[in-house]
C-alpha cells in the first residue's frame, strides 16, 4: 500500500507525537527535594526545576493547537494559586501557555527553513502577590524537520563545451543541487543525481553531479549541441523523495579534424595581356567543414610554367586564394600559363593526421588575351649629351619604339611639349631623330628632361612613352666677376704695404679640372702710387697700401680696376672696379667715420649736440602744428555743419512718378513759370564776380534766348549757393520752355542742320561749355560733315 505525501506527513507526525508523550518526564519539571529558602536583604534561591529542550514537529496541518509541551513547578500544589507566564521569541504570537497548569501549544504552522529553533523563558507566580515563586529560566524550543523541500539546481540552467571527437568519460561540467531541508536529520537532504534527457550521449555521476560523455567521436560537423536534462532526487532517490530539474546546453567545439578540398579538379581564367602588376587575375578556395583557426588555409605554387610571373596569397577573412601578376603579360611572348596550387591547413591537429593528408591541390589554367597595345621604347630611358656651342639644327641622338602587337603597326614620333615649354629640341617623326631647336645655355638649363610620344600610324589613341635625359656639357662663355660685392675702407693712419682687402672671384662655367683665377691690375692702374694687387695664386689677391698718409679731405674715394683672368680654353677676362672709401679709424684699425662732409664739421660740435639740435628742431615742428590744428578747429565751417552735409549721403528715390500730370513728387511750377523771381543767396566760401540782386523776369523771347537765359540763371545761382559744395558738381535742369509741356525734350532734332536754333552764347560761357558749343555751335556743319 502506498502512502501519498499528506499521508506520510500526518503519519510521521503521529510518530512524532509519541516520542514526545514518551519523553514527557524528560520534558516536564521535576520536583527538587530541596526546599526554597530565603534570605534577608539578599536572597537567593536554589533552582527547584531543570529545563531540558522542547521538539515540535514543523508543517503541522491540524486545526487544533499543537501540544509542545508542559511547565511544572514543585511549589505548585495543584490548588490554583500558581500561575505560569511566558516571553521571548514567538511568545503568545505562536506560542501559548495554560497559565493554571502550565502547558504549552502552537498556534501557527512552524517552518524549519525559516526558523529552526525558539528561545523562550518561563516563570512561576504568585497569583496573589504576582511575585516569582520560582526564578526566570530560559528554555529552547526546536522545530523537527520533515521532508518538504526539493533539492534545487541554484545555478541552472547550465551552458558547457567540449571538444569534438573526445573519448569516452571526458568531463563536461558538474551540476550541483542544494536541499533546504536538515541534512543532520534522516535523509531529507542527501540528493541523487541522474539524466533524464541527452542519453546515450552523456551520463552523470549519481554523487557527484559530473556529467560526462559517454559516445566516443561525437562529430561538430554532424551536430554540434545537444540539450541535457539532469535530475536531482533526495532521501537518495529512494520513492517517496522530492526531485528537481535542470537543463545543460553542452556544445561541441571544433577541432582540425576536417582537411581541406577544392571543390574542382581545375580551374580556366582569361586575364587580357595589358593586366597591369599586382592586379588580381582569380580567386580560389578550398572547403574546409572545421571553423575558426582549424580553418585556416595557406595557398601556394608547388609547380607549373608560372612561378615567376603569379604569386598567390590568402584572404584573411575569406580564406581565399588570390593569384596576381608579378610581371607584365606578353601575348606576342607566351598565351597560356597552367599553375599548380596546393592548400594546406595552417595548423594542424597532430591527433587526426592518421585520417589522411590535411592540403589539397588543384590545377589552374591562365589565358592570355591579346589587345591593342601601344608602342615600346627600345629602352626605358635614354641619357643624351650636347655641347653648349652646339649650332641650331645639329643632331644629339635617337630613339626608337615599336609596335609590340603582331600588325607591327608604324610608329610617330613627337615631344611631349609640357616638358619642353621652350621648344628647345624638335624630333624627326619618322626616323626619331633628336635636333637642337634653340641655342643652349648650360648655365641657365643643365639638364633637359623631355617625354618623347610615340604613336600607331593605324591607331593614334595607343601612345607610348619614352624618356630623354639630355645633358648640356660646359663651354668657356662666362668672364670671371668679383664673389660680392666688396665694401673696401682704407684708414688715413694706414702704413705702406698694409693688406686692406682680400678678393675673390667666380665663375658661372664649370671646367672638369676646376678654376683658377688670374688677378692683376689693368694697364692704367698699374703705375697708381696709392694701391698696389698681389696675386695669391690660390683663386684670391690681396690689395695693398703703397703709401701712407690718406686724408678725406682730399680725396675720399678711390676706384681701383682690376683685370681677372680665367683658365679655360680659350681663356675669358673682364674688369671689375673696386671701390675704396678713406675713413677716419680708431687705435684698432677699425673705421669710425667715412664721410668727407663729416670731416669740416666744428671740432667742438660732438654727435650728442647734433642730435639734441636736430630733437630741439622736432619738437618746434610739432608745436606750431599743433597750434596751426587748434586754430583750424575754432573756425566756424565755411559751408554748413555736419548735420547738414550731404557730400557722403546717398538719397535713393525708387519714384516714377506719374507723368507729367503728376505734380506730388516735386514742384512743377518752378520749370513750368519762368518768372519765379528767387532770392539770390550769396555764398560764405567763394566771391563772385557779380552780385545779382534779383532775378530778372523772363519774357516772351524767342525758345533760345529762353534756354540760354534758364541755364545761365541756374548757372549764377549755383555759383552763389551757399549749401552748394565747393567742388564740381553735376546740375540737372529739366526745363522745357514755354510751349506745350507734352513737346519732346530729346536732343535728335536739335543737331541736325535744319534748326533754326543758334548755340553760339555757349562759346561765351568758359571751357567747361567748350565741348557744348562745339556741338552746337556754328561749326556743326564741318563738325559732322
Known amino acids: 500500500m502506498k502512502l501519498g505525501k499528506v499521508e506520510l506527513c500526518h503519519f510521521l507526525q503521529l510518530i512524532a507525537l509519541f516520542l514526545c508523550f514518551s519523553g514527557m518526564s524528560q520534558a516536564e519539571l521535576s520536583r527538587s527535594r530541596s526546599k526554597p529558602y530565603f534570605q534577608s536583604g539578599r536572597s537567593r534561591t536554589k533552582r527547584s526545576w531543570v529545563w531540558n529542550q522542547f521538539f515540535v514537529l514543523e508543517e503541522y496541518m491540524g486545526s487544533d493547537p499543537l501540544y509542545v509541551g508542559k511547565l511544572h513547578s514543585d511549589v505548585d500544589k495543584g490548588d490554583g494559586s500558581i500561575k505560569y507566564i511566558l516571553s521571548g521569541e514567538g511568545a503568545s504570537s505562536i506560542f501559548i501557555i495554560d497559565e493554571n497548569t502550565g502547558d504549552i501549544h502552537a498556534t501557527k504552522r512552524l517552518d524549519r527553513e525559516e526558523q529552526a529553533y525558539y528561545t523562550l523563558r518561563a516563570q512561576a507566580l504568585d497569583r496573589l502577590t504576582n511575585k516569582p515563586v520560582e526564578p526566570e529560566s530560559e528554555f529552547v524550543i526546536k522545530i523537527q524537520d520533515i521532508n518538504d523541500n526539493e533539492p534545487k539546481f541554484l545555478d541552472g540552467p547550465y551552458t558547457a563545451g567540449v571538444p569534438e ?177 596546393e592548400a594546406a591547413n595552417k595548423d594542424a591537429d597532430p591527433r587526426f593526421l592518421s585520417l589522411g593528408p590535411f592540403s589539397d591541390t588543384t590545377t589552374v589554367k591562365i589565358i ?11 629602352s626605358p630611358l635614354y641619357p643624351m649629351e650636347v655641347s653648349e656651342a652646339t649650332q641650331v639644327g645639329n643632331i644629339i641622338g635617337t630613339v626608337a619604339a615599336h609596335d609590340p602587337d603582331s600588325s607591327n603597326s608604324p610608329v610617330r614620333y613627337s615631344i611631349d611639349r609640357n616638358t619642353d615649354l621652350e621648344r628647345y629640341f624638335n624630333i624627326d617623326a619618322n626616323s626619331g631623330v633628336i635636333t637642337t631647336a634653340k641655342s643652349l645655355d648650360r648655365e641657365t638649363n643643365a639638364i633637359h628632361n623631355i617625354t618623347v610620344l610615340a604613336m600607331e600610324s593605324q591607331n593614334p589613341s595607343q601612345v607610348g612613352r619614352g624618356y630623354v635625359a639630355i645633358t648640356i656639357l660646359d663651354i668657356n662663355d662666362n668672364a670671371p666677376e668679383f664673389a660680392m660685392e666688396y665694401e673696401t675702407t682704407v684708414c688715413e693712419n694706414a702704413q705702406p704695404g698694409q693688406v686692406i682687402q682680400k678678393i675673390s672671384a667666380v665663375d658661372k662655367d664649370e671646367p672638369s679640372n676646376g678654376h683658377q683665377f688670374y688677378f692683376s691690375l689693368t694697364t692704367d692702374a698699374t703705375n697708381n702710387h696709392n694701391f698696389s694687387l698681389k696675386d695669391n695664386k690660390d683663386n684670391t689677391a690681396s690689395i695693398l697700401t703703397r703709401r701712407n698718409g690718406f686724408r678725406r679731405q682730399e680725396q675720399s674715394v678711390y676706384y681701383l680696376p682690376i683685370f681677372i683672368v680665367d683658365s679655360g680654353s680659350p681663356s675669358l677676362s673682364s674688369t671689375n672696379t673696386l671701390t675704396i672709401r678713406v675713413c677716419d679709424c680708431d687705435a684698432d684699425g677699425i673705421a669710425q667715420t667715412c664721410n668727407a662732409e663729416a670731416y669740416v664739421l666744428p671740432a667742438g660740435l660732438s654727435t650728442g649736440a647734433l642730435i639734441a639740435i636736430l630733437a630741439c628742431v622736432l619738437t618746434l615742428l610739432v608745436l606750431i602744428l599743433l597750434i596751426v590744428t587748434m586754430r583750424r578747429r575754432k573756425k566756424e565751417p565755411l559751408i554748413f555743419d555736419e548735420e547738414r552735409d550731404i557730400r557722403e549721403n546717398i538719397v535713393r528715390y525708387d519714384d516714377e512718378g506719374g507723368g507729367e500730370e503728376d505734380t506730388e513728387a516735386f514742384d512743377m511750377a518752378a520749370l513750368r513759370n519762368l518768372n519765379v523771381i528767387r532770392d539770390t543767396k550769396t555764398r560764405r566760401d567763394v566771391t563772385p564776380e557779380i552780385q545779382f540782386l534779383s532775378r530778372p523776369t523772363f519774357k516772351s523771347i524767342p525758345d533760345n534766348v529762353i534756354f540760354r537765359e534758364f541755364i545761365w540763371e541756374r548757372l549764377k545761382e549755383a555759383d552763389v549757393d551757399p549749401c552748394a559744395p565747393p567742388y564740381d558738381s553735376l546740375q540737372t535742369y529739366a526745363f522745357e520752355g514755354n510751349g506745350s509741356v507734352a513737346e519732346s525734350l530729346s536732343s535728335l532734332d536739335s543737331i541736325s542742320s535744319n534748326s533754326d536754333q543758334n548755340y553760339d552764347y555757349l562759346s561765351d560761357w568758359g571751357p567747361r561749355f567748350k565741348r557744348l558749343a562745339d556741338m552746337y555751335g556754328t561749326g556743326q556743319e564741318s563738325l559732322y560733315s
Open 165 to 341: 571527437m573526445s573519448p569516452v568519460g571526458t568531463s563536461v561540467v558538474q551540476v550541483t543541487a542544494t536541499d533546504a531541508d536538515d541534512p543532520t536529520y534522516g535523509n531529507s537532504a542527501r540528493v541523487v543525481y541522474s539524466i533524464l534527457q541527452g542519453q546515450p550521449y552523456f551520463s552523470v555521476e549519481p554523487k557527484t553531479g559530473v556529467i560526462k560523455t559517454a559516445l566516443p567521436n561525437m562529430d561538430r560537423e554532424a551536430k554540434d549541441q545537444y540539450l541535457l536534462v539532469i535530475q536531482a532526487k533526495d532521501m537518495v532517490g529512494q520513492n517517496g523523495g522530492l526531485s528537481g530539474t535542470t537543463s545543460v546546453t553542452v556544445t561541441l567545439t571544433d577541432v582540425n579534424d576536417n582537411p581541406p578540398r577544392f571543390p574542382r579538379r581545375s580551374y580556366q581564367y582569361n586575364v587580357p595581356e595589358s593586366l597591369p602588376v599586382a592586379s588580381v587575375v582569380a580567386r580560389i578556395k578550398a572547403a574546409d567543414a572545421d571553423i575558426g583557426a582549424n580553418a585556416e588555409m595557406e595557398y601556394k605554387i608547388v609547380d607549373g610554367d608560372g612561378l615567376g610571373i603569379f604569386k598567390i596569397s590568402v584572404d584573411k577573412d575569406t580564406q581565399e586564394g588570390i593569384i596576381t601578376i608579378q610581371k607584365d603579360l606578353d601575348f606576342e611572348a607566351k598565351t597560356s600559363y597552367t599553375l599548380r596550387i
Open 368 to 378: 592570355v588575351e591579346d589587345v591593342d597595345e601601344p608602342p615600346v621604347f627600345s
